[in-house]
């Protein structure tokens, strides 16, 4: 038998945890630190109460998947063992590096001390208590213009409260400017102060201090300015990039160790990433797992092949966008809004749990055709230049 070890219980990971049992002669362990499969792409709901952001693992995980709940602490690849936070260690011939993406590090004088982070479940389930238990008419501060900035926003001025939103540069910055009037319209609708072009220059009790000496007061600041990578591959001694992502060549594949691949928000193919995100998450999930499979085969992986729809934002339960993009995922005019909007973007939600579902019932089900053709150009200028952290 061949045992393979999955870290991280994400989006990518499931569905390539998933994939590999298309094989009788493969065992699959997923290691993660949480016994339920968290919808990351619902948390600004958990934080508004409108959902709870978790799927049983029962529900989208194959039978044949052993799941540890745990945390991996380092991999050796000498010896092929993953340790684990509660002691001991798992053996493996191929690891998939799953391990996703969590609050970056913010660098802002009194963030990590006086602001609210909302990339984990852990963190949203904090923020939704303070929430909870500030006042009704309570200024709410939420810092950072992208997706999730604008989706906690608007969920919580739907919700009755009084929010500004901190861009540090422009409001959606992913959009195209047909789709940002949009959803600035719809904000102002809401309520919602924006402040664009202002960076956040110190964060302490009751305001945000901007770099150009003014202040947003209130009573609480959630922080949704970036995200950034664990740093277990690092630890580990596998090369990185210089947001710690481990770096792959273009099947996936570790560039330190051919038994490793990885998937998700922290993979780093020939130091190009991809967009964080579960849209890029559950096509380089099965790619990874692909790639497994067919070293397993005795034959070479296949490059990535991963092509972007666009991006889709709630803005309160009423409505929403799905601003349109090329396959190189950028945006372009195109988009659909308003009630329209809300629902496909809970199809796209609701949908992205049922291709974990079906992966599970039938592995190797889910078909890869997405190609962004402009890719092996920006790889090749990228490898002119590719910084390597080791």
Not at 284 to 296: E, F, N, Q, T
Request: aromatic share 4%; net charge negative.
């Amino acid at each position: 038998m061949t045992e393979v070890i999955v870290i991280g219980g994400g989006y990518a990971g499931v569905l390539a945890a998933n994939r590999l049992t298309s094989r009788d002669d493969v065992t699959v362990t997923l290691v993660n630190p949480r016994p339920s499969f968290v919808e990351r792409i619902r948390l600004h709901q958990l934080v508004a109460g409108s959902d709870d952001a978790v799927v049983d693992y029962k529900d989208v995980l194959n039978e044949r998947v052993e799941l540890v709940v745990d945390t991996a602490t380092a991999i050796d690849r000498d010896a092929r063992t993953v340790s684990l936070a509660g002691g001991g260690t798992l053996g493996y011939d191929y690891l998939v590096y799953a391990v996703g993406s969590r609050s970056g590090a913010p660098e802002v004088p009194g963030a990590d001390r006086f602001a609210y982070p909302l990339a984990t479940l852990e963190e949203a389930e904090r923020l939704r208590q303070a929430v909870d238990a500030a006042p009704a008419d309570a200024a709410l501060t939420v810092v950072g213009g992208g997706a999730t900035g604008i989706e906690t926003a608007a969920e919580l001025a739907e919700a009755g409260r009084t929010v500004t939103l901190v861009c540090g540069g422009r409001l959606g910055p992913y959009l195209h400017p047909n789709g940002r009037r949009f959803v600035a319209k719809r904000l102002a609708a809401l309520g919602v102060t924006v402040v664009e072009g202002a960076e956040a220059a110190a964060v302490t009790a009751d305001a945000v201090r901007l770099a150009g000496g003014s202040e947003v007061r209130g009573h609480l600041t959630i922080w949704a300015a970036g995200f950034g990578v664990p740093d277990l591959a690092a630890r580990s001694g596998l090369s990185v990039d210089e947001a710690g992502r481990l770096l792959t060549d273009e099947t996936l594949t570790s560039v330190d160790d051919d038994r490793i691949v990885a998937a998700g928000d922290a993979a780093s193919p020939s130091g190009l990433p991809y967009r964080m995100g579960c849209q890029s998450a559950v096509q380089l999930g099965p790619h990874a797992a692909d790639a497994v499979l067919r070293r397993i085969e005795g034959g070479r992986p296949e490059a990535v092949s991963v092509g972007f729809a666009g991006l889709c934002v709630s803005l309160g339960r009423g409505a929403g966008i799905f601003q349109f993009a090329r396959k190189d995922d950028t945006a372009i005019r195109f988009y659909v809004g308003g009630r329209a909007g809300a629902r496909l973007k809970e199809f796209v939600v609701t949908h992205t749990v049922k291709q974990l579902a079906d992966e599970a019932r039938k592995p190797g089900a889910r078909v890869l055709k997405a190609k962004d053709d402009s890719r092996l150009q920006r790889v090749q200028a990228a490898r002119e230049n590719q910084p390597v952290h080791a």
